[in-house]
Nanobody
Framework: QLQLVESGGGLVQPGGSLRLSCVAS????????VAWFRQAPGKEREEVSC????????NYADSVKGRFTISRDVAKNTVYLQMNSLKPEDTAVYYC???????????????????WGRGTQVAVSS
């Protein structure tokens, strides 16, 4: 069964760090752009970051630039999201999703992503 599985979420104090993982099973991520999204209670799902398959180029939402880093490990078929200097406003369920292109898309709808994980909860609180 083709699926994405996120892990690494949890409760952390402001200023702390977490590393999220997105593992694909039954397919390879090598030919997909992979994005991380998050959804806080009562808010729309928003894209946080994306990494291309072509050259590893990446992009970030303004709210996380300089604090989050996306990366991929081809051998492990995994994409990571390293989150540092976490803030309470980073609290959300984090999802990974794939897009059928070597390059990260721009301005597309959520429905255009191929596969989604079920999410992992991140809570930032003292």
């Amino acid at each position: 069964q083709l699926q994405l599985v996120e892990s690494g979420g949890g409760l952390v104090q402001p200023g702390g760090s977490l590393r999220l993982s997105c593992v694909a099973s039954e397919f390879t991520l090598d030919y997909y752009a992979v994005a991380w999204f998050r959804q806080a209670p009562g808010k729309e799902r928003e894209e946080v970051s994306c990494i291309s398959a072509a050259d590893g180029s990446d992009n970030y939402a303004d709210s996380v630039k300089g604090r989050f880093t996306i990366s991929r490990d081809v051998a492990k078929n995994t994409v990571y999201l390293q989150m540092n200097s976490l803030k309470p406003e980073d609290t959300a369920v984090y999802y990974c999703a794939t897009y059928s292109s070597n390059w990260c898309p721009n301005g597309i709808g959520l429905y255009e992503y191929d596969y989604w994980g079920r999410g992992t909860q991140v809570a930032v609180s003292s």
